[in-house]
């Protein structure tokens, strides 16, 4: 069974960084994607950032100011968030494909506000 669980979020002033960590109970490079979704307020669920065979893509947003990287050895997936904004506000939540199939964790929050 795959599992993936989210820490690292809270409030944050605007400006400040944050990093967010997905503990994976496997390593992340035996996935075929993993990535990080966030949901506003409000909002759909949206693909902030992802990583593939070494290979990452950002949504516009973010671009320039997050940053997803992996730790094999600690089966960790991270994603530094720089600079952060207001609408950056969410529940973010890790995501991977293992052999065809999308596993989900439960989400952390972030809020940044004055």
Not at 46 to 62: I, Q
Not at 64 to 73: E, P, S, W
Request: charged share 20%; net charge positive.
């Amino acid at each position: 069974q795959v599992q993936l669980v989210e820490s690292g979020g809270g409030l944050v002033q605007p400006g400040r960084s944050l990093r967010l960590s997905c503990a994976a109970s496997r390593s992340p490079s035996s996935f075929d994607v993993m990535g990080w979704y966030r949901q506003a307020p409000g909002k759909e669920r949206e693909l902030v950032a992802w990583l593939r065979n070494g290979w990452t893509k950002y949504t516009e947003s973010v671009k320039g100011r997050f940053t997803i990287f992996r730790d094999n050895a600690k089966t960790t997936v991270y994603l530094q968030m720089n600079s952060l904004k207001p609408e950056d506000t969410g529940v973010y939540y890790c995501n991977g494909n293992y052999l065809g199939v999308e596993y989900w964790g439960k989400g952390t929050l972030v809020t940044v506000s004055s």
